[in-house]
């Protein structure tokens, strides 16, 4: 039983390195891990791991630790990942094609489902096994697919007029690649990811 509704947006942010470790466990036959071994794997300070899961639940063991199938399955919850979510991506070129090809490999309830580009070109060509559809066709597709996430892959200068797009069509989240912010008058959430700020951030550690 869930202790709160709301889980912190650090804790949020955490969660998902959890799963990645516990599904890999799974995959290995591992059944039980304690807070000592995930710590260690992940370089979380345990404390904070068994902080991190008694904020949704009391259901690790002492002496036993946490039972992997029922944590993966829980944290699946909490994350709304219990069924596929469908993602569409704007921006068929490098970028793109990368994360494209990456999610069809991977086992993932979060799917690609449709790809979008405004170069003609580009256009009805197959990308990871989905046909690129141009851009005047996001609204219905977002729509009918029930699209609910995107991917955004698209120039600095382009994100802003996809992202209003995307708005439109009632997408609720997006994972923006590129080096510009959004505004946005929704309640829709914006996740930014950026390897340079990354590295500038890493730099600082650097002795
Ligand atoms: N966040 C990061 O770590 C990171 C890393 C690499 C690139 N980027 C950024 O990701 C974006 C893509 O980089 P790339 O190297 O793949 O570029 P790219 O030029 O190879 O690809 C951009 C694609 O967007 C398409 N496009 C342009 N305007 C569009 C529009 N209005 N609607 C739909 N599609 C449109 C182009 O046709 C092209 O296919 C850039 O903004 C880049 O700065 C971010």
Known sequence: MAKSEKISEAVVRRLPIYLRYLSYLQQVG??????????????????????????FGDFGKKGIGY?????????????????????????????GHAISNYNAQVEDYMRIAAIFDNDPAKCGKVLAGITIQPLEELIQTVKEQKIRLAILTVPAAAAQSVANLLFEAGIEGILNFAPTTIR?????????????SSLQSLAYYLT
């Open 30 to 55: 591992v059944t039980t891990v304690s807070s000592q071994q995930m710590g260690k794997n992940l370089d979380v300070n345990p404390a904070q791991i068994r902080k991190d899961l008694s904020s």
């Open 184 to 196: 946005t008058e929704r309640d829709v959430r914006i996740h930014y990811a950026d390897v340079t």
């Open 67 to 95: 039972d992997v199938n029922y944590l993966v399955e829980k944290i699946r919850q909490i994350l709304k990942l219990s069924e596929e979510i469908r993602v569409a991506l704007i921006g068929a070129g490098h970028l």
